[in-house]
């Protein structure tokens, strides 16, 4: 079972569509990261949420936590090649000390 | 600079042999990890290390062991490899709970 459940685990648009990533969980976390892997490179940090409710934009990428801290979503506006990549959130449990827990993945595909 | 370098990129050996891979981070941070990613794209921490002591060992093969000879470095040794062994092992780095940065990752085949 994982501690993280990323859905969908796989989504291919067009591009200048929107599209929703969504990170589930049972657990609360002290804050939660959204990473983007592209092929061949490791994860790259896009941003950390930390209070519940919480939302912060990058560009056309908005992101938010949860009110209960236990999930968070990624919503992409008019979505580009280049966003294209594996996004992944990441969580630190509550009270543990660097326990980094990875979900299971969305593989975004933007075409042109 | 490469803030966390690993090598080697690609590895490729046959069931039984030993293996290591290095990696070194030039940012200073006090906190290293070793996460292994699947087939599936599923990443999941191995270990950390934080001033050269273990502190998160999950539940992994003791045939895999972490070495740190000082706070730049974190190489994994890895003994009598299997076939299960074979995925993309990535090596990271932050400074406390902040943010991780991560190398380019190691493709270990095995055959």
Known sequence: TQLLEQSPQFLSIQEGENLTVYCNSSSVFSSLQWYRQEPGEGPVLLVTVVTGGEVKKLKRLTFQFGDARKDSSLHITAAQPGD???YLCA???SG???QLT???GTQLTVLP | DTAVSQTPKYLVTQM???KSIKCEQNLGHDTMYWYKQDSKK???IMFSYNNKEL???ETVPNRFSPKSPDKAHLNLHIN???LGDSAVYFCASSQGKGKAFFGQGTRLTVV
Request: hydrophobic share 40%; charged share 20%; no cysteine.
């Open chain 2, 80 to 82: 009598s490899l299997e």
């Open chain 2, 16 to 18: 039984g042999n030993d």
């Open chain 2, 55 to 57: 502190i998160i060992n």
């Open chain 1, 102 to 104: 990875f979900g299971s």
């Open chain 1, 84 to 86: 294209t990549g594996l």
């Open chain 1, 96 to 98: 543990s000390a660097r």
């Open chain 2, 42 to 44: 599923f990443l999941k």
């Open chain 1, 91 to 93: 969580a630190l449990k």
